[in-house]
Every structure is written in structure tokens, then in C-alpha cells.
């Protein structure tokens, strides 16, 4: 069995780098689309906001399907 304390170290690891992408994300596109005339930032994130949100619907769809038909 692992032991609690290693997976909480493993955790705050992860959250400590994840914390941080978003914006680098962020900045990267920006300097990337910046010399380039046909593209703006709007739609780059509304098509990444509407992704992970059907992601997310989808998979908390079957989670759900999964853990209430499964265990029952």
C-alpha cells in the first residue's frame, strides 16, 4: 500500500507545475499570433474554453453512468 504522505508530496508537486502553465500557455500563443494579421487571441481561447467544456461534460457523463450502474 503506498503510503499517504509520498501521494500527498506527488500531488503538490503536480499542482505547483500546473499552477504555473496556464499563463505561460497563454503568453506563448500571444507572442506566437502576434506577427501574424489573420489571427486573434478571442477565438483561440473560445474554441479551448468550449473543448474543455464538452470534455468535461462527457466525461462526468460517463463517470456517472459508470459508478451508478456499475456498483449498484
Given at each position: 500500500?503506498?503510503?499517504?504522505h509520498?501521494?500527498?508530496i506527488?500531488?503538490?508537486?503536480?499542482?505547483?507545475?500546473?499552477?504555473?502553465?496556464?499563463p505561460?500557455?497563454?503568453?506563448?500563443?500571444?507572442?506566437?499570433?502576434?506577427?501574424?494579421?489573420?489571427?486573434?487571441?478571442?477565438?483561440?481561447?473560445?474554441w479551448?474554453?468550449?473543448?474543455?467544456?464538452?470534455?468535461?461534460?462527457?466525461?462526468?457523463?460517463?463517470?456517472v453512468?459508470?459508478?451508478?450502474f456499475?456498483?449498484?
Amino acid at each position: 500500500m503506498i503510503n499517504l504522505h509520498i501521494i500527498c508530496i506527488v500531488m503538490c508537486i503536480i499542482s505547483f507545475f500546473k499552477t504555473v502553465l496556464p499563463p505561460l500557455l497563454d503568453n506563448w500563443t500571444i507572442e506566437e499570433i502576434k506577427n501574424e494579421k489573420k489571427f486573434t487571441y478571442r477565438p483561440i481561447r473560445l474554441w479551448g474554453f468550449i473543448g474543455f467544456t464538452l470534455t468535461v461534460f462527457i466525461m462526468y457523463k460517463r463517470c456517472v453512468y459508470y459508478y451508478l450502474f456499475t456498483f449498484t
